[in-house]
């Protein structure tokens, strides 16, 4: 197995990976392919559990997050999007500055979108309102943004970074037995790359103390699990995380049933970037040592038949 850090610089020796701002990464070369690989795999999985595939917006609004609480529980990593206005002398005095980066940047108006934490906020907030009459489960990809300071990392944590999520919202039941056959099939993929991982109980970084409770009861509740890869060190990584968030975006977002209860909720989450790191890790930086994951297709074609 070689370290991150050994991987991080193999990759920029061979032009593979540059980074344009801390935790904003590039990459091109064969790289590329096998991101490219572990993205249909999990596509795959995904279309296992559903075939309701969204494209989400690319940006989140304030209005959402705020229903969703995002404020009290992690506003550190907010992330938002700006522009310029549309005054002609702003814009001339931009053009003509002998530093038009710098004097574009002083002059961004205030924001009016997030760019989105993760993908689920979108899917709770296109539910708002309404009853759920039979368990809907959908899945996403898209590019997310958190911002982490000094704890950024290349292919580990990301200031962006790409996340597929599948979301299920429905009965306690139904949101169980989705969380359930996701571990089960996330083991195959798991087994068809080639890394050894554990899953472990795990809380989120509440940040207000008015939220921090809600991490003690997610252990307590075992409410969260993480898929965790280990560096030859032993310092972990969560590849992978399962989610059951009870009633509460039943709750924040007036999602029902048909019994008038709020719905219950729960989504698996993947960070695409993170799968390629422990990919590479474990089998190299060279292309005749990586994993072929065509054999996924087949053995979770075997287990949606085995689901019917």
């Known amino acids: 197995m070689l370290s991150p850090e050994e991987v991080i610089r193999q990759l920029r020796e061979r032009g593979s990976l540059w980074e344009v701002a801390p935790g904003v990464s590039g990459l091109k070369g064969p790289v590329v392919s096998l991101l490219r690989e572990i993205e249909a795999a999990l596509a795959d999985l995904a279309r296992a559990e559903t075939s309701n595939e969204w494209v989400t917006p690319a940006g989140v609004s304030f209005e959402t997050l705020e229903r969703a609480q995002y404020f009290a529980s992690f506003p550190q990593w907010l992330t938002a999007a700006s522009h310029l206005s549309g005054d002609e002398a702003a814009l001339q005095h931009i053009a003509a500055s002998a530093s038009p980066g710098a004097a574009a940047r002083s002059s961004l108006e205030p924001a009016d979108v ?134 509460f975006f039943g709750d924040a977002f007036k999602i029902s049933l048909p019994d008038g209860s709020p719905a219950w909720s729960g989504c698996v989450a993947f960070g695409l970037e993170r799968w390629l790191m422990a990919v590479l890790v474990t089998h190299g930086v060279e292309p005749s040592g990586w994993p072929v994951t065509l054999s996924l297709n087949a053995e979770l074609a075997q287990a949606r038949g085995s689901d019917k």
């Open 114 to 247: 997030v760019l989105p934490p993760a993908v689920c906020y979108n899917t709770y907030a296109a539910h708002a309102d309404s009853v759920i009459a039979a368990p809907v489960v959908m899945t996403a990809q898209g590019t997310c943004w958190r911002y982490e300071g000094g704890r950024l990392a290349q292919l580990e944590r990301g200031w962006a970074f790409t996340m597929r999520e599948i979301v299920c919202l429905g009965a306690q039941s139904d949101v169980k037995e989705f969380l359930d056959r996701s571990v089960e099939r996330v083991s195959t993929l798991e087994r068809v790359l080639g890394i050894n991982c554990e899953m472990v109980a795990a809380s989120d970084p509440f940040f207000a103390p008015n939220a921090r409770g809600r991490a003690a009861l997610q252990r307590i509740k075992g409410l969260k699990h993480e898929l965790v890869f280990r560096f030859p060190d032993g310092r972990p990584l969560a590849i992978a995380s399962f989610n059951d968030h009870e009633l």
